[in-house]
C-alpha cells in the first residue's frame, strides 16, 4: 500500500499570508493526486485532482504540483475561510490518504 | 450540483451489523462510481470499497470479508453493509462520488459530511 506523508502537521500563519502543504508518497503516483479541503461538520471539497487542475469554483489562490512523489498546495494571499484541514489522496494505486495538515491562524 | 447524504444509526452493538445509506440529490447514480470512506483517530481516512451504477464492486482488501455495498438506481441511493462490528470500526462514515480524470484514472470529487456510528454495548 503506498503511504502518503503530510507535513508539517500544523502550519500557522497569519490572513493574507502564503501557505505551503506538502504531500510525499512512498512510491511514485504519477500525477495521480488530489488535495481536499475539511471543514468540521462539512463534507470534504475537492480542490486539485490530476496534481496540479483546479476543480470547479475553486479560487486561483489555490494551486498544485508535483508529481512522482513529491507534491505541494500553495495558498495565496490567505483568507479567513482558508483555515482548515488539508488533506491529500493518491488515486493511482488504489486510494490512500494523506494524515493531514492544520492550517491556523 | 450534486449532493449526498448519510443516514443511519449512529449506535451499534458490537458483533452487529452496521448498515447506512447514502442519497444522492441534484444528480443521477448513473454512470458513477460511488465510495464509502471512513474515518477514525487512530487510523485516518480510508477506502472501503465502491460500487459502480450496474452493481459491480470493489473492496478494501483488509475489509473484504465483512463488507457489502449495494446500489438502488430507482431511488438514487447506495448503500454499505459491514458484520461483525467492533470497537475499531467506530469512525465518522462518508459516502462519496468518484470520476474520470482525462487519464482515466478515478478520484473523489463530491463527498458527504459523513455520519459518526460509534460501535459500544
Known amino acids: 500500500e503506498i503511504v502518503m506523508t503530510q507535513s508539517p502537521d500544523t502550519l500557522s500563519v497569519s490572513p493574507g499570508d502564503r501557505a505551503t502543504l506538502s504531500c510525499r508518497a512512498s512510491q511514485s503516483v504519477s500525477s495521480n493526486l488530489a488535495w481536499y479541503q475539511q471543514k468540521p461538520g462539512q463534507a470534504p471539497r475537492l480542490l486539485i485532482f490530476?496534481?496540479?487542475t483546479r476543480a470547479t469554483g475553486v479560487p486561483a489562490r489555490f494551486s498544485g504540483s508535483g508529481s512522482e512523489t513529491e507534491f505541494t498546495l500553495t495558498i495565496t494571499s490567505l483568507q479567513s475561510e482558508d483555515f482548515a484541514v488539508y488533506f491529500c489522496l493518491q488515486y493511482n494505486n488504489w486510494r490512500t490518504f494523506g494524515q493531514g495538515t492544520r492550517l491556523e491562524i | 450540483q450534486v449532493r449526498l447524504q448519510e443516514s443511519g444509526p449512529g449506535l451499534v452493538k458490537p458483533s452487529e451489523t452496521l448498515s447506512l445509506t447514502c442519497t444522492v440529490s441534484?444528480?443521477?447514480?448513473?454512470?458513477?462510481?460511488w465510495s464509502w470512506l471512513r474515518q477514525s483517530p487512530g487510523k485516518g481516512l480510508e477506502w472501503i470499497g465502491y460500487?459502480?451504477?450496474?452493481?459491480?464492486?470493489f473492496y478494501h482488501s483488509s475489509l473484504r470479508s465483512r463488507v457489502t455495498i449495494s446500489v438502488d438506481t430507482s431511488k438514487n441511493q447506495f448503500s454499505l453493509r459491514l458484520t461483525s462490528v467492533s470497537a475499531a470500526d467506530t469512525a465518522v462514515y462518508y459516502c462519496?462520488?468518484?470520476?474520470?480524470?482525462?487519464?482515466?484514472?478515478?478520484?473523489?470529487?463530491?463527498w458527504g459530511q459523513g455520519t459518526l456510528v460509534t460501535v459500544s454495548a
Open positions: 462519496a462520488r468518484e470520476t474520470y480524470d482525462a487519464s482515466d484514472y478515478l478520484y473523489f470529487d463530491s
Open positions: 441534484g444528480g443521477s447514480i448513473s454512470p458513477y462510481y
Open positions: 490530476g496534481a496540479s
Open positions: 460500487v459502480y451504477h450496474s452493481g459491480t464492486t
